[in-house]
């Protein structure tokens, strides 16, 4: 017999999180070198693209080739910035950051680019992150045990910490930095894109496995980086390529270098930028992540197939699929759900009232196309199996009379350790529940998952990718109890260091405001 299947024990973090029941979005890093241009304007506009990625924090850092600026604040980015307040921020590169957190607490003072003091030079370095580096605790104790203090609880600042304590004043700024990546890369292996800004260059690097996305661009004599590559059509860039695994790309006054700090055994990228993450109009491994998810759906039909008389996409991020899915199986598509964009994207917690409204707060059915018809639901992914039954319930009050859901990936299995903010073992339900005991807890006449082989078939992308959320086969060894807040411990405030540090990486850092609600703007030296 089978057994109910009852919400997870561990509760949303987020209070709006049971109405959007989908792994959460990574972040994205923009990064341009332009001194013909107004970076900042031209960094929120890329962040503003990248918003998708992440709607906890924004930040932007600019150069103005002697000291940096950066100014952070919570929220979207357009609550950040706007043209004129970035276009204050004058320089002639910068680097842009949106925010999802997956290690350190959505707070203020875990908003990036962050700044820390090169205990090499004396100068500044801004760096931004997106990923999740799976042994940051083990490394934070490595550098406490050395004397380095930390003001966030994020494994970004453990990262540049680690990187920046390497470096010999006789050996030239190229092959510092060179040095130092080699041995970030060899003993920090994921997960991680970066962009780095001094006062005189851009960084950009990739982890060893290429889980995070990074692309490169160029427009005129800019050069441009960012998570994906509709933030460089925003600009009008062209797309060179991707940064390669174990990559770091440096650009200054004399153009851009490639120096490949180490060489990966076997790329790992995230197969979720596929099926999810990745803007639609995007371009991964050589292919708009619209084919990709079209392509989806229709290896979804040719495996579950269906007698049913319209298709139709859970929306957003399910709209292609269940294009894909209808041009396959000859069934009709239409639009059966509007749904309310801004749910969701707010820091404002529903009272018992909205939450009593389920489903309907975000989703809005159609009877107009689904009373009296047999109805294909195709969706990306069920994480917790939260949603997906208000969404059942939803079409069928509509009148639909039959329902069939179509997932258009694998069973989710296995937690993300390396950005994405999944769930638990225990509040995966495909981890705990049968495909026949989730078709009853959602209340469909019949439930189908596309296979890892079909998955495949439909990416073309061999070998280099990430499918450990499906199968365990994770590409790094991982802590499996890994939570989000890992990192955040009680914090020793760092204390200004001599210009020449010993190498320990604990320089100190500008002062932030423990306020939640503001923005920070903070100076940084003139270059010596």
């Given at each position: 017999?089978?057994?109910p299947?009852?919400?997870?024990e561990t509760?949303?973090?987020?209070p709006?999180?049971?109405?959007?029941?989908?792994?959460?979005?990574?972040?994205?890093?923009?990064?341009?070198?332009a001194?013909e241009?107004?970076?900042?304007?031209e960094?929120?506009?890329?962040?503003?693209?990248?918003?998708?990625?992440?709607?906890?924090?924004?930040?932007i850092?600019?150069?103005?080739?002697?000291?940096?600026?950066v100014k952070?604040?919570?929220?979207l980015?357009?609550?950040?910035?706007?043209?004129?307040?970035?276009?204050e921020l004058?320089?002639i590169a910068?680097?842009?950051?949106t925010?999802?957190?997956?290690?350190?607490?959505?707070?203020?003072?875990?908003?990036?680019?962050i700044?820390?003091d090169?205990?090499?030079?004396?100068?500044?370095?801004?760096?931004?992150?997106?990923?999740n580096?799976v042994?940051a605790?083990?490394?934070?104790?490595?550098?406490?045990?050395?004397?380095?203090?930390?003001?966030?609880?994020?494994?970004?600042?453990?990262?540049?910490?680690y990187?920046?304590?390497f470096?010999?004043e006789e050996t030239d700024?190229d092959?510092?930095?060179?040095?130092?990546?080699?041995?970030?890369?060899?003993?920090?292996?994921v997960?991680?894109?970066?962009?780095?800004?001094?006062?005189?260059r851009l960084?950009?690097?990739?982890?060893?496995?290429?889980v995070?996305?990074?692309?490169?661009?160029?427009?005129?004599?800019?050069?441009?980086?960012?998570?994906e590559?509709?933030?460089?059509?925003?600009?009008?860039?062209?797309?060179?390529?991707?940064?390669?695994?174990?990559?770091?790309?440096?650009?200054?006054?004399?153009?851009?270098?490639?120096?490949?700090?180490?060489?990966?055994?076997q790329p790992?990228g995230c197969?979720f930028e596929?099926?999810?993450?990745?803007?639609p109009?995007?371009?991964l491994d050589g292919?708009?992540?619209?084919q990709?998810?079209s392509?989806?759906?229709v290896?979804?039909?040719?495996?579950?197939?269906?007698?049913?008389?319209?298709?139709?996409?859970?929306?957003?991020?399910?709209?292609?699929?269940?294009?894909g899915?209808?041009?396959?199986?000859?069934?009709?598509?239409?639009?059966?759900l509007v749904?309310?964009?801004?749910?969701?994207?707010?820091?404002?917690s529903?009272?018992?009232?909205?939450?009593?409204?389920?489903?309907?707060?975000?989703y809005?059915?159609?009877?107009?196309?689904?009373?009296?018809?047999?109805?294909?639901?195709?969706?990306?992914?069920?994480?917790?199996?939260?949603?997906?039954?208000?969404?059942?319930k939803?079409?069928?009050?509509?009148?639909?009379?039959e329902?069939?859901?179509?997932?258009?990936?694998?069973?989710i299995?296995?937690?993300?350790h390396?950005?994405?903010?999944m769930?638990?073992?225990?509040?995966l339900?495909?981890?705990?529940?049968?495909v026949?005991?989730?078709?009853?807890?959602?209340?469909?006449?019949?439930?189908?998952?596309?296979?890892?082989?079909?998955?495949?078939?439909?990416l073309?992308?061999?070998?280099t990718?990430?499918?450990?959320?499906?199968?365990?086969?994770y590409?790094?060894?991982?802590?499996?109890?890994?939570?989000?807040d890992?990192?955040?411990v009680?914090?020793?405030t760092?204390?200004?260091?001599?210009?020449?540090?010993?190498?320990n990486g604990?320089?100190?850092s500008?002062?932030?405001?423990?306020?939640?609600?503001?923005t920070m703007?903070?100076?940084?030296?003139?270059?010596?």
């Amino acid at each position: 017999m089978h057994q109910p299947i009852t919400e997870p024990e561990t509760p949303p973090s987020h209070p709006l999180r049971e109405l959007d029941d989908r792994p959460r979005e990574a972040c994205g890093v923009f990064g341009i070198w332009a001194p013909e241009v107004d970076v900042a304007v031209e960094t929120f506009y890329g962040i503003h693209t990248l918003q998708h990625r992440g709607q906890e924090s924004a930040g932007i850092c600019t150069t103005d080739g002697r000291k940096l600026t950066v100014k952070t604040g919570m929220g979207l980015v357009a609550q950040v910035f706007d043209e004129q307040s970035a276009a204050e921020l004058e320089g002639i590169a910068a680097i842009g950051h949106t925010r999802y957190s997956t290690t350190g607490a959505s707070r203020f003072r875990n908003a990036q680019p962050i700044l820390l003091d090169d205990p090499l030079t004396g100068e500044q370095v801004a760096v931004a992150h997106n990923g999740n580096v799976v042994n940051a605790a083990q490394v934070r104790v490595e550098l406490t045990e050395s004397g380095a203090t930390f003001e966030t609880s994020t494994d970004t600042e453990v990262l540049a910490k680690y990187l920046l304590q390497f470096g010999d004043e006789e050996t030239d700024a190229d092959a510092v930095w060179e040095n130092r990546f080699s041995a970030l890369m060899r003993h920090i292996e994921v997960a991680y894109s970066l962009v780095l800004l001094t006062p005189d260059r851009l960084m950009a690097a990739r982890d060893p496995y290429g889980v995070r996305p990074l692309c490169i661009g160029q427009v005129g004599g800019r050069y441009v980086v960012a998570s994906e590559t509709c933030a460089l059509d925003q600009l009008g860039a062209t797309l060179l390529r991707e940064v390669r695994p174990g990559e770091l790309i440096t650009i200054d006054e004399r153009g851009m270098r490639s120096y490949q700090a180490i060489f990966p055994a076997q790329p790992a990228g995230c197969v979720f930028e596929h099926i999810y993450f990745a803007r639609p109009d995007s371009i991964l491994d050589g292919q708009a992540a619209w084919q990709s998810r079209s392509q989806l759906g229709v290896e979804l039909a040719r495996e579950h197939p269906a007698d049913a008389d319209v298709v139709i996409g859970v929306p957003d991020s399910a709209t292609a699929h269940a294009i894909g899915y209808s041009s396959e199986s000859g069934i009709p598509y239409s639009e059966g759900l509007v749904k309310n964009r801004y749910v969701g994207r707010t820091f404002i917690s529903p009272d018992q009232r909205l939450r009593d409204l389920g489903a309907h707060l975000k989703y809005n059915p159609m009877p107009s196309v689904l009373a009296g018809r047999r109805v294909v639901v195709v969706d990306d992914t069920i994480v917790r199996g939260t949603t997906t039954p208000r969404i059942v319930k939803l079409i069928r009050e509509a009148g639909a009379t039959e329902i069939h859901m179509r997932i258009a990936a694998p069973p989710i299995q296995h937690p993300c350790h390396f950005g994405v903010d999944m769930a638990t073992r225990q509040e995966l339900i495909a981890a705990r529940h049968t495909v026949e005991e989730i078709r009853q807890h959602l209340g469909a006449d019949s439930l189908g998952y596309l296979s890892q082989d079909g998955l495949q078939r439909a990416l073309s992308l061999g070998k280099t990718t990430c499918l450990a959320c499906f199968n365990g086969d994770y590409p790094v060894s991982v802590q499996t109890d890994f939570e989000v807040d890992t990192l955040s411990v009680p914090l020793v405030t760092a204390q200004p260091q001599p210009a020449n540090g010993n190498g320990n990486g604990n320089g100190s850092s500008p002062r932030r405001s423990g306020r939640s609600d503001e923005t920070m703007v903070a100076l940084a030296p003139e270059r010596r």
